[in-house]
């Protein structure tokens, strides 16, 4: 659940956005994103070696980074997550975390951050997806889920690493929270081979990969005498990279908690 907080002391960016994961495809634009919207960008972090964008101070980890920030917007990966929010629970910066492929004890960690901090935490930061979310949720609860059969199919380049997509897991969430149910006890995901029916009140997940498909996600409800499908596609990461550089505007100056994108958006 999101808590809302009043906008306290340090309203304006004093310091700027730091880049976590700042040679990565979402970390460039972000930094890019961030100056086109005249904010100062204070520095990045990367792996050692990592071919890191010119002009932008490479900082040693974490803690140096948010450090010298107001807020630090990270997209890395899942392994990075539990390290990362230690060190932003014990410093003064906001974190905006894109990073998906979470595991129950990562999620737990943003969670722990979020105590001392304000955390923005996203599936996924376009606005027309957090849009689909919130449909998702209503549709889950208005068609039955004895009748209507929720399918969920994803499609992304081939470099990405995890799977299903955490949009995927988000839209799976809005429909098990439409429904009442818990995600976890519903999922059936990655079919092959012998695998029974389809058991009632599933929700299920299919994740195709290749080219350089930036994200496309279908969620089907599947009934016997009709199917209503909801699909978002997106073109460029860059509606990403936007959306994050807003929730990092809005986030900065907020009382601890853990927001969503939907808070952001002011859909909540
Ligand atoms: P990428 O591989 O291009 O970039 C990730 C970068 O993080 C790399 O440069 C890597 O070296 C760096 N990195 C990894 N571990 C690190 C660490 N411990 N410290 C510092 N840097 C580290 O990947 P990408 O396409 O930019 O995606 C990154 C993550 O963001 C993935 O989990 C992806 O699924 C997610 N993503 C989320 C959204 C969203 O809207 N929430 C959108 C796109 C991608």
Redesign the pocket.
Known sequence: MARRGAIGKGMGMHRGIGV??I?????RLVAEEALAAATKVTGG???PG?ETPAGIAVLPDMAALAAISDVVVE??????VQAHARAIAASQCAWVL????LSPEDEAAVAEAAKHVAVVH?????PGVNLVLALAEKMAAALPAETYDAEIVEMHHR??V?AP??TAVGMGRAVAKGRGVNLADVTESGRDGHTGARKTGAIGFAALRGGQVVGEHTLIFAAGTEHITLTHRAFD?RA?AT??VRAALWVQGRQPGLYSMMDVLGMT
């Open positions: 976590a994961g040679a990565g495809r979402m970390g972090i990367d792996r990592a997209f890395t990966h899942a392994s990075s894109g990073t998906t492929g996203a599936p996924n930061f376009s470099q990405k995890d997509s955490g990461r990403f959306g994050a």
